[in-house]
Each structure stands twice: as C-alpha cells, then as structure tokens.
C-alpha cells in the first residue's frame, strides 16, 4: 500500500499557494502592492528626469546640441534622478523594512 492510500494521510496540497509565506488571501494584495511599487519607480524616474532635462533645453538660450557645457549640470542633475525615485518608491512600499 502507497502511503497515499493508507488511512489518515493527508495529501499535501500542490496549488499556487505552495511555498507563499503569509496568508494566501492576501497574497494578491502583496502582489498588486508590488506592481505598484514597480510603476511608481519607473513613473518618477522618467518624469522627474526629463523634467529636468527639458528644463534645461527650453531654459537655454541658443541651445545647439546637448553636448553643449550650460547643458552639462541639467544632465548631471537629471541622472540622480533614478536614485530618488528608487528612495521614493521604497518608502511607498513599506520602507526600509520591506527591503
């Protein structure tokens, strides 16, 4: 006889929820909360960083070419853009502990 088939055995569930630590109804909840994470890092990076960039194309009088030095500090500043918004979106999902 298969252990299956002896009297008592409980057949260990195989379903989606296998493995998830936590309480699996609210997994969805982790999992949406987790897109939205995700798409408020990219959200922020690409707005804050061209926002800065457009900043300095529009503010720059006779503006040729990014390569331009007046145009060198607009792109240094809109390269930390990632990093804040990084720190942004952490805190939005839970802090640092959820790290």
Do not use: C
């Not at 006889?1 to 997994?27: D, K, L």
């Not at 061209?50 to 900043?55: E, M, R």
């Not at 145009?71 to 390269?79: E, H, I, Q, R, T």
Request: glycine residues 12%; hydrophobic residues 45%; charged residues 15%.
């Amino acid at each position: 006889m298969s252990r299956f088939e002896e009297p008592g055995t409980v057949i260990p569930h195989a379903g989606i929820f296998e493995g998830r630590s936590g309480n699996w109804p609210f997994y969805f909840d982790s999992k949406k909360r987790e897109f939205q994470s995700i798409a408020a890092y990219v959200g922020l990076t690409y707005v804050t960083s061209w926002t800065i960039w457009l900043i300095g194309i529009f503010g720059i009088q006779d503006l040729t070419s990014i390569s331009d030095d007046r145009f060198f500090w607009f792109l240094f500043a809109g390269s930390f853009a990632p990093s804040a918004s990084a720190l942004m979106a952490t805190g939005y999902s839970g802090g640092w502990e959820a790290m």
